[in-house]
């Protein structure tokens, strides 16, 4: 009798251990269900890095323009409507241009432009613009386009929203205008890092509302993948990503891009060689 009443009682506390760890599995799925179900993945900030910290200019430009051969035509119907820079019209031609300028690099940038009479267009940052004002009168007086790449040029603050980025804007158009007098009248920007992505969107918007045209590119020298290239490099990216009728090649004329001038004379041959013919936007 004994011995039954033990067996009755073990069984009754083996189905309370079953019961308990039935509960306990049960309330640590709910809790692991809700937290799964309150997780955000990582978004894409406006400057297109997945963990959504804000990141530097070069490293934003590195970011994107290591998928430009993916990414490059994202939004060129959209964007080139005003302009028709990529129309086909059976005639090769290329716009070179630079952007983040005017530096120290900018002058032996133009040296080799005037000696091969060829235009480029200068996407300028209006502080730098303000600092180095005779660059951007020899940038005009030779002949040269220059253009609007933001004031500041600092993310943080111009991706802040699009407000901030037009207000940024128009305070390096009127630096230009004050540089350039009164006449000066481009209404053309490039989006600092470009224009690409489904971030950029409300950014692109604005800008087209506030009266702007923007363009990115369809072809570069790679100078802002990396710190410091050799010429022979960039020569390579270049013939690597010239393909087309149209081309809008990005190149940098920024302090750091000491190495751009010594690749642009065989980047010019090449692209003579090719039959393009060179105009500025």
Not at 16 to 24: A, E, L, M, R
Not at 119 to 144: M, P, Y
């Amino acid at each position: 009798m004994a011995i039954k009443i033990w067996i009755e009682n073990m069984k009754d506390k083996k189905i309370t251990i079953i019961v308990s760890s039935v509960v306990i599995i049960l309330v640590i799925g709910i809790v692991v269900s809700y937290k799964i179900s309150q997780y955000k993945n990582p978004t894409v900030n406006a400057l297109g890095n997945p963990d959504g910290r804000i990141i530097n200019s070069e490293e934003a430009i590195n970011n994107r323009e290591e998928k430009v051969t993916q990414e490059v035509t994202h939004n060129v119907d959209e964007q080139m409507e005003v302009m028709n820079v990529y129309k086909p019209d059976g005639k090769k031609t290329v716009y070179l241009t630079f952007d983040d300028g005017p530096s120290k690099v900018t002058p032996e940038v133009l040296d080799i432009l005037k000696k091969n009479n060829v235009h480029a267009t200068f996407f300028v940052i209006g502080n730098l613009a303000e600092k180095r004002s005779d660059l951007i009168l020899r940038e005009s007086q030779e002949g040269h386009s220059i253009d609007n790449h933001t004031y500041s040029h600092i993310y943080k603050n111009i991706y802040i929203s699009p407000d901030a980025f037009i207000q940024d804007v128009n305070k390096c158009n009127d630096t230009l205008k004050k540089i350039l007098g009164a006449n000066y009248k481009s209404r053309i920007i490039r989006f600092p890092g470009g224009s690409f992505g489904s971030k950029m969107a409300p950014y692109r918007e604005a800008i087209s509302k506030a009266g702007y045209s923007y363009i990115d590119w369809n072809s570069l020298n790679g100078d802002a993948e990396s710190k410091i290239l050799p010429p022979d490099k960039l020569v390579a990216r270049l013939k690597q990503t010239a393909k087309g009728e149209h081309l809008v090649v990005l190149m940098h004329d920024a302090a750091g891009k000491g190495t751009t001038p010594k690749a642009l004379q065989q980047i010019i041959d090449y692209l003579k060689a090719g039959g393009y013919s060179f105009k500025t936007l």
